[in-house]
């Protein structure tokens, strides 16, 4: 009774299930199935609760038997389904942020500019023949 007052969880439909026969690495015959869903989360009834995005990967063995069990779920599912959304928002705008900085460092890092790649050619032609400078430069 006690758990009930504290703790109200629910799965939020629907619920995608998906099943794969045999394994990747040799072929044993177990099943893979997973299941994707989210769960509404209300700790206190007072409190507001919460939808978490949510992964279930099980590996089933030939006689029916669960071998591995592995639940993955998303912070940000929790934090976007706050009831303050300024949180939600700020979260949501930090993550764009990250992803444009992040974006732009790894351009400027693997990408070569095109000034580059224009010197590596006419390196390479001014190499094999010299009149082809001249005319790279009219």
């Not at 071998?67 to 949501?92: C, F, N, Q, T």
């Not at 993550?95 to 974006?103: A, F």
């Amino acid at each position: 009774a006690m758990h009930r007052l504290f703790w109200r969880v629910g799965v939020v439909r629907p619920v995608r299930v998906a099943m794969w026969l045999g394994d990747e690495s040799g072929g044993d015959g177990s099943q893979k199935l997973m299941i994707d869903f989210r769960l509404r989360v209300q700790p206190l009834p007072l409190l507001p609760g919460a939808t978490i995005h949510t992964h279930s990967l099980l590996t089933m063995g030939k006689d029916g038997r669960v071998m591995h069990h592995k639940d993955s779920w998303a912070l940000d599912s929790v934090i976007e389904s706050l009831p303050l959304p300024l949180i939600g928002w700020a979260y949501r705008m930090a993550r764009s942020v990250v992803g444009l900085v992040t974006t732009h460092v790894l351009s400027l890092v693997l990408l070569p500019s095109p000034s580059m790649i224009y010197r590596a050619l006419l390196q390479r032609t001014e190499s094999s023949s010299p009149g082809v400078k001249k005319a790279l430069l009219a």
